[in-house]
C-alpha cells in the first residue's frame, strides 16, 4: 500500500494556514504556493538514493555525495499545477518538465483530458506529479493512469492540501503511488471544494476570479 506522508513541517503549516486567508492576493498567494512546493519537494526527496564520490576541495581529496539511481521529472497538473513547479525546480533544477492538461466538468465533476506532453524518458524517471489540492480524486488519478499508459512506473504525487474522498480515491486507484499531502482537510461541499480548504487554487494563483 502507498504511503500517505501528511506534511508537519512548522514553515509548510505556517505557510499553508497564511495562503487559506481569503484576503491574500494573486501575488502573495503565487508566491507562497511556489515556497510551499520547496518545501514539500525537500521533505519528499529525503528518500532520494546516493553514492559516494570522491572529490578534491582546495585543500584536500576527500569523499563526498552524489544522488544516483533515477532521473526526476515534475509534471503538473494544468492549470493550477503550474503553480507548484518553480518551487520544485528551485530544489531539484535538473528535472525535466512535462504536462497534462485536465479540467473538471462543472456538471459531472469527472476529469476531461486536453493536453499530454511529458519528457521523452519520463518511463525511466522518478515522476513527482503536482497539483495543490487534491478533491475528488478525479484529476490525478486520470493524470497517474495517463502516465501509466504512457509506461511511467516510478510516480509519486503531491498536493498542498487534501480532502479524505480523494485520499480513498487514490488508495484504490493507485496503491503504489506515494503520496505527499500539506494539510489533510476534512471534506468536500456540495461543489466539490474542499473544506475549509482555500478556494479555487488555479483562479487564485492566476487572478482570473
Ligand atoms: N480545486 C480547487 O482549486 N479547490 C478545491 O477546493 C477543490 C478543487
Same mark, same amino acid.
Given at each position: 500500500? *502507498? %504511503?500517505?506522508?501528511?506534511? #508537519?513541517?512548522?514553515?509548510?503549516?505556517?505557510?499553508?494556514?497564511? !495562503?487559506? =486567508?481569503?484576503?491574500? /492576493?494573486?501575488?502573495?498567494?503565487?508566491?507562497?504556493?511556489?515556497?510551499?512546493?520547496?518545501?514539500?519537494?525537500?521533505?519528499?526527496?529525503?528518500?532520494?538514493?546516493?553514492?559516494?564520490?570522491?572529490?578534491?576541495?582546495?585543500? *584536500? %581529496?576527500?569523499?563526498?555525495? #552524489?544522488?544516483?539511481?533515477?532521473?526526476?521529472?515534475?509534471?503538473? !497538473?494544468? =492549470?493550477?499545477?503550474? /503553480?507548484?513547479?518553480?518551487?520544485?525546480?528551485?530544489?531539484?533544477?535538473?528535472?525535466?518538465?512535462?504536462?497534462?492538461?485536465?479540467?473538471?466538468?462543472?456538471?459531472?465533476?469527472?476529469?476531461?483530458?486536453?493536453?499530454?506532453?511529458?519528457?521523452?524518458?519520463?518511463? #525511466?524517471?522518478?515522476?513527482?506529479?503536482?497539483?495543490?489540492?487534491?478533491?475528488?480524486?478525479?484529476?490525478?488519478?486520470?493524470?497517474?493512469?495517463?502516465?501509466?499508459?504512457?509506461?511511467?512506473?516510478?510516480?509519486?504525487?503531491?498536493?498542498?492540501?487534501?480532502?479524505?474522498?480523494?485520499?480513498?480515491?487514490?488508495?484504490?486507484?493507485?496503491?503504489?503511488?506515494?503520496?505527499?499531502?500539506?494539510?489533510?482537510?476534512?471534506?468536500?461541499?456540495?461543489?466539490?471544494?474542499?473544506?475549509?480548504?482555500?478556494?479555487?487554487?488555479?483562479?487564485?494563483?492566476?487572478?482570473?476570479?
Amino acid at each position: 500500500m *502507498a %504511503e500517505i506522508h501528511v506534511m #508537519e513541517h512548522p514553515l509548510i503549516q505556517h505557510k499553508i494556514s497564511y !495562503i487559506r =486567508r481569503e484576503d491574500v /492576493g494573486t501575488k502573495e498567494f503565487r508566491e507562497v504556493i511556489g515556497e510551499i512546493a520547496g518545501l514539500m519537494c525537500y521533505e519528499a526527496t529525503r528518500d532520494l538514493k546516493l553514492k559516494d564520490i570522491k572529490i578534491k576541495t582546495p585543500i *584536500a %581529496e576527500t569523499w563526498g555525495k #552524489e544522488l544516483t539511481g533515477k532521473k526526476l521529472a515534475v509534471v503538473p !497538473i494544468l =492549470r493550477a499545477g503550474l /503553480g507548484m513547479v518553480d518551487g520544485m525546480l528551485s530544489l531539484i533544477p535538473t528535472a525535466k518538465v512535462g504536462h497534462i492538461g485536465l479540467y473538471r466538468d462543472p456538471e459531472t465533476f469527472k476529469p476531461v483530458e486536453y493536453y499530454c506532453k511529458l519528457p521523452a524518458d519520463c518511463e #525511466e524517471r522518478e515522476v513527482f506529479v503536482v497539483d495543490p489540492m487534491l478533491a475528488t480524486g478525479g484529476s490525478s488519478t486520470a493524470a497517474i493512469h495517463m502516465l501509466k499508459e504512457k509506461g511511467v512506473k516510478h510516480i509519486r504525487f503531491m498536493c498542498i492540501i487534501a480532502a479524505p474522498e480523494g485520499v480513498k480515491k487514490m488508495q484504490e486507484e493507485h496503491p503504489d503511488v506515494d503520496l505527499y499531502i500539506g494539510a489533510l482537510d476534512e471534506r468536500l461541499n456540495e461543489h466539490a471544494y474542499i473544506v475549509p480548504g482555500l478556494g479555487d487554487a488555479g483562479d487564485r494563483i492566476f487572478g482570473t476570479k
